[in-house]
C-alpha cells in the first residue's frame, strides 16, 4: 500500500511538533489583544503543513479544553493559526466562557461560514476530527445563546476611566461673614438699609431706606 508510508510519515511530522505556542511573547500580546476585540485571526490557513501543526497541538489543546482553562485554549489555537470550523469554534467557547460574547458571536460566525464553505475548511467528523462536536449546529447553537445574553461587565465602559460627575453646588465659606458664592459687602463701597429709630430725627419720617455710605477721607 502506497498510502500508508505517507500516513505514517505524518503521523511521523506531528509527533515530532513543537506543539501549541507562542515562541515570541509581543507576537502572544499582539494575538491574544486582537482575540478579545473579536479580530483574532488564524493565518496559517488549512493547508496539509498547518494540518500538520495542528495534529501536533491537539493534545495540549485537549488538556486546556479539559481544564477549563480558556486563555491557554485561545492561545493555543491562535498559536497553531489553523483557519478551519473546528479553530473557530475553539475561539468562540474560549471568548464566551471568559464574558467576552461580543468576540465569541464573531467567532461562531466564522465557524459556520467555514462549515457552510466545505473543503480543508471544514472537520471531517466521520474521521473524528471534530472532537464530537456537531458542526454547524453546536456553532448555531451557542451563537443564538450569546446573541440573546445581555452584554456583560467585561462589554460595559470602564468605571476607572468614566467621567468624573462634578457638582456645581458651591463650598460653604470657612468664614462666618459671608458665603463662598456670594460677593461680600465692602463697608467702604456698598449702601446699607437703614431702620430709624424712634428718637432718630435725622431719618425721614416715613421709615428707613437705603442710604450710600459715607465716602474715606482721603
Not at 515530532?16 to 483574532?40: E, K, N, P, V
Not at 473546528?86 to 471568559?98: D, R, V
Not at 463650598?171 to 463701597?189: D, F, G, K, L, V
Request: proline content about 7%.
Amino acid at each position: 500500500m502506497k498510502s500508508f508510508p505517507i500516513l505514517a510519515a505524518m503521523v511521523g511530522l506531528a509527533g515530532c511538533s513543537s506543539g501549541a505556542g507562542f515562541h515570541d511573547l509581543a507576537q502572544r500580546d499582539s494575538a491574544m489583544a486582537a482575540f478579545r476585540s473579536g479580530q483574532a485571526s488564524l493565518p496559517c490557513g488549512d493547508g496539509l503543513e498547518c494540518g500538520l501543526k495542528w495534529a501536533g497541538a491537539k493534545p495540549t489543546i485537549d488538556r486546556y479544553v479539559q481544564a477549563n482553562d480558556w486563555n491557554g485554549l485561545a492561545e493555543s489555537v491562535l498559536s497553531v493559526g489553523f483557519d478551519t470550523d473546528l479553530s473557530w469554534y475553539y475561539l468562540g467557547a474560549a471568548a464566551q466562557n471568559l464574558g467576552n460574547n461580543r468576540a465569541a458571536r464573531v467567532y461562531y460566525e466564522a465557524s459556520i461560514q467555514r462549515t457552510n464553505a466545505g473543503g480543508l475548511a471544514a472537520c471531517n467528523a466521520s474521521l473524528g476530527l471534530c472532537d464530537s462536536i456537531n458542526l454547524p449546529m453546536d456553532a448555531q447553537r451557542m451563537l443564538a445563546e450569546v446573541s440573546s445574553t445581555r452584554a456583560t461587565a467585561s462589554e460595559q465602559p470602564s468605571r476607572a476611566t468614566a467621567p468624573r460627575r462634578v457638582s456645581s453646588a458651591p463650598a460653604a465659606s470657612s468664614t462666618s461673614a459671608t458665603r463662598a458664592w456670594e460677593t461680600p459687602s465692602s463697608p467702604t463701597t456698598a449702601a446699607a438699609w437703614q431702620t430709624p429709630s424712634p428718637g432718630d430725627q435725622s431719618q425721614p419720617a416715613a421709615g428707613g431706606g437705603w442710604e450710600n455710605p459715607v465716602p474715606a477721607p482721603k
